[in-house]
């Protein structure tokens, strides 16, 4: 029963982190063109 006094804390705690990461990813425009990057590969760049 004395180890959950620890472990509530530590999984609020990374969650709190998971959070925070993710919106700062959000922030700095990580999710702003998620179809770019798919779309891309199906362009020919090698064709002069």
């Given amino acids: 029963m004395n180890i959950l ?3 509530i804390p530590a999984a609020l705690f990374l969650g709190l982190l998971g959070l925070v990461a993710f ?3 959000l922030r700095s425009g ?3 063109d998620p179809e770019g990057a798919a779309e891309r590969v199906l362009y020919d ?3 002069e």
């Fill in 30 to 32: 990580q999710f702003d």
């Fill in 45 to 47: 760049d090698d064709a």
């Fill in 23 to 25: 919106l700062w990813a």
């Fill in 5 to 7: 006094l620890g472990l």
